[in-house]
């Protein structure tokens, strides 16, 4: 598999259901390329409309800890089970659409994030953007 940038472009259907939906996401994009994605790209009104959609049990800090009762505190990433995804904002994407990557160095500033999804060939190698061309 390659380790080049990765993508796979999803729309979210219910705000109740979120989280739920990301996680299925990550799960059919491990799936797909066999390692998990480590960033989730929205625009503004996507990430507006998640942070909205947040209860407590969604919202961490650094250590595990929530926040005071009241407080705000907004979302910059989403943890999983054994995976996390920083949020960083696209605004070329629609509302209600995510886009997750796996980004071998996902702060350095390395190979840009491609435009559109990694497509697999017929041997389950990644092709096309993100992939190995």
Known sequence: MSTGILRRTHVIRSWAGWDHEVNEFVLEFRDRFSVSPNVLLANEVTFNRIDMAATEDNIVGDEGQHPEPGAYAPLEAFNGPDYSLMFA?????????VSLIYDPDPAGDGEPVPEEDTQLDVEGEATGPGGRG
């Open 89 to 97: 904002f696209d605004d070329t994407l629609p509302d209600l659409r």
